[in-house]
């Protein structure tokens, strides 16, 4: 009986070499055409090829007789072709039968759905390995996995062994991927430069890179590829911490050389008005804030706290440090109903402080805006709140010396650098309402401090959570009028903006029409919020709601963040499961922010499964946002948590923060070693490393490499 492969196959004999950085149309039986198809991937040079690693890999390695196979397991057999034939189908398809016989006093049929063209591959008497599952109904297999055999069983790369399965496109197959992924280790494998000084492989049990290439494609069993994983997934971080560390160093290195701290007398004056009492957490971030902007280097600090934590007060509180001692401040937002809503909050807390708040953003009246610029420029010292418009070129804020960027995970790193070049190197504050897991704190912030409020502040009412399905529905609205009538409001969020062809998903603009149509809410006002509404639409419906004017207010998730209506006492949120954990726990968190209590309803939609179900129930369980956005990092991974990627972070191809909280120990330390022992990257054994995150991160790492 045949073994699977148990060594890797040879080079292709006679084939010139060819380097990493080659294009793809030169890799054999690539070309132009199928060069484009690769290039949809993102896949252009042979070294791309390379690093398109499988998603997951098929076991294909137990071989049987054709007398043995038995339905229900992937398993695989070897034989010649005894018969084969093409059928021509009612639909006008031409299909391709074959009959195997391995001599063992059975045969085995295989049927390939619309692929005549096997006829010149599997011609009678062909030596063939066949991997796939036996149909239960007919002594056959559909659309198996196969191979001509040439030569040696070891030279296997589509059966027989663990088969890896790479993400395609129109124009590829799977077998012609695996055919150009193993033509580009054989040409070029050996030739790729490894990132990881040789030291730290050696010092972490890596294996050679060129060898953890290949094993990641085509492993001979698993502790092969779970050692070609782990060094892999290790460069992916190990280059990651690499640039953290080098901006964390750079950083650290800059001299501010003025004080962006004054006495804290407005500060003292502000806080004495306050209706409540800080609480500790709030205290002592408040406390590393202001050491920060005693410091000689600039602040780079992260605020981080679970929904309605009391974020602002303690960013406002700092801010009036910095204008006390005459300086600007600037307060950026992700949106322009949340900069607005920041400005009037922040201009009630600061009168009893004496201190100037304006409000600038897109919609800003030309004259208001040549106002405020005059001011800038005079140097008064103020707090600017905004949005994007703050990144604008023809903004000048000379004498700005503390940033505070609201909502951080809404901003790339290259957005809050372009705003902390607006002054002169000053301190940068970034706010983020969404609890972060401590793997993706070190994995994408790690050039951050991080201040952590976690306590409420004192005399907000309970939240209660619910999961219900969409046939309780009557009773939710029900429970919502009951609410209405006791003078409170109410959010209704759904996924959707419009019809997008799925009865089974909600979208606001129809659900504005059924409930403000119900019976029951007749008596009330419905509001309706989008991101496609003009801005003066979104602020008109935002103020009336604010205002009590609008009772209900069907939205997306426009109001996941910052929106503040502590007479809401009510959050609906329909197709629950189409939203992450994260998510959901800062949708609640609209309600609540009041004496009363409130109630966030998680309405699941007909489709969702159990899974789903269970996921949901989760947040009956926990109002710490902390625990939940550890199991959404486990269920769902970053990318989907976050919604949309960080601009200048890496999409992981192997990484599992979930998983690799270990591994990311391991190359953090390694990282601050190495830039501790050669900042610049300049030793000979650090080119590679120094070349690889200069063509990847140029932007974050301009001030640390290339001065």
């Known amino acids: ?156 790369l589509h059966v027989g062994r663990l088969v890896p399965v790479h993400a395609l496109t129109k124009g590829i197959t799977a077998r012609g991927m695996r055919t150009a992924v193993r033509h580009a280790l054989d040409a070029a494998a050996a030739a790729v430069k490894d990132p990881v000084p040789a030291a730290a492989a050696e010092a972490h049990g890596l294996v050679p890179l060129a060898e953890a290439l290949l094993q990641i494609h085509f492993p001979e069993d698993e502790a ?98 910095v204008m006390e001692a005459g300086h600007q401040v600037a307060f950026m937002a992700p949106t322009e109903i949340l900069a607005r809503q920041h400005g009037r909050t922040l201009a009630a807390l600061a009168a009893p402080a004496g201190a100037a708040v304006e409000v600038l953003t897109g919609a800003t009246p030309a004259a208001a805006r040549r106002a405020l610029a005059a001011r800038f420029e005079a140097g008064e010292p103020l707090l600017v709140v905004g949005t994007h418009a703050l990144l604008e070129e023809k903004v000048r804020l000379p004498d700005l010396a503390l940033a505070i960027v609201d909502e951080q995970h809404r901003f790339g790193v290259r957005q809050r650098a372009t705003l902390a070049q607006k002054g002169v190197i000053p301190d940068l504050l970034v706010l983020t309402a969404t609890p972060i897991p401590r793997t993706l704190m070190l994995a994408c912030y790690g050039d951050l401090a991080v201040s952590t409020l976690k306590a409420r502040p004192a005399g907000r009412g309970r939240l209660v959570t619910r999961v219900t399905g969409e046939e309780k529905f009557p009773q939710v609205v029900e429970f919502m009028a009951g609410e209405l009538a006791a003078g409170r409001q109410a959010f209704v969020v759904v996924p959707l903006i419009e019809e997008a062809g799925r009865a089974d998903v909600r979208a606001a603009e129809a659900e504005f029409e059924r409930l403000a149509s119900q019976p029951l809410l007749r008596s009330w006002k419905v509001g309706l919020l989008h991101g496609r509404l003009k801005a003066d639409a979104k602020q008109s419906v935002m103020e009336a709601f604010a205002a009590g004017g609008v009772q209900v207010l069907v939205t997306t998730t426009v109001v996941e963040v910052g929106v503040d209506v502590p007479n809401a ?122 070349e690889t995150l200069l063509a990847h991160y140029r932007e974050p790492l301009e001030v640390a490499l290339t001065g």
């Open 1 to 156: 009986m045949p073994v699977p492969p148990t060594s890797s196959r040879r080079p292709i004999p006679g084939k010139p070499p060819l380097e990493p950085a080659s294009r793809l149309q030169f890799l054999p039986g690539v070309g132009p055409q199928r060069a484009e198809a690769f290039e949809r991937l993102g896949l252009s040079t042979v070294e791309h090829l390379m690093r398109h690693y499988p998603r997951t890999w098929l076991d294909a390695r137990r071989f049987v007789r054709i007398a043995d196979l038995r339905p229900g397991e992937l398993l695989t057999v070897e034989g010649t072709v005894h018969t084969s034939v093409a059928i021509r189908t009612r639909a006008g398809r031409t299909d391709f039968r074959v009959e195997l016989d391995d001599g063992s006093g059975a045969r085995l049929g295989l049927y390939f759905f619309g692929q005549p063209f096997l006829a010149r591959t599997l011609l009678r008497g062909v030596r063939v390995v066949v991997s796939g599952e036996l149909d239960p109904l007919e002594r056959r297999m559909l659309n198996p996995l196969f191979e001509v055999v040439e030569g040696e069983m070891e030279a296997l």
């Open 569 to 690: 006492t009510v959050m609906v949120v329909e197709n629950a499961e189409r939203f992450g954990l994260t998510q959901l726990h800062q949708l609640r968190g609209r309600v609540g922010r009041g004496a009363h209590r409130s109630v966030c309803v998680m309405v699941a939609g007909p489709a969702a499964s159990a899974t789903a179900r269970e996921r949901l129930e989760l947040l009956t369980t926990t109002t710490d946002g902390f625990a939940l956005a550890e199991a959404d990092l486990r269920l769902r991974g970053p990318g989907e948590m976050w919604g949309t990627r960080q601009s200048g972070l890496p999409r992981f191809k192997l990484v599992d923060l979930a998983r690799d909280e270990e591994l990311l120990e391991e190359t953090r330390v390694a990282a601050r070693a190495l830039v501790g022992e050669d900042p610049q990257l300049l030793r000979p054994g650090h080119a590679a490393l120094r």
């Open 224 to 321: 092969r590829l779970a050692a070609a994983r782990r060094k892999l997934a290790f460069e992916e971080l190990f280059l990651l911490q690499t640039v953290l560390e080098l901006r964390r160093q750079a950083l650290a290195q800059e001299g501010r050389g003025r004080n962006t701290a004054g006495a804290g007398q407005l500060a003292a004056r502000a806080r004495a008005a306050l209706p409540y009492t800080l609480t500790g957490d709030q205290d002592g971030a408040l406390e590393e804030i202001v050491a920060d902007l005693k410091r000689a280097t600039p602040m780079h600090r992260m605020l981080q706290g679970d929904v309605g934590s009391g974020k602002t007060v303690v960013a406002f509180l700092a801010a009036l440090h």
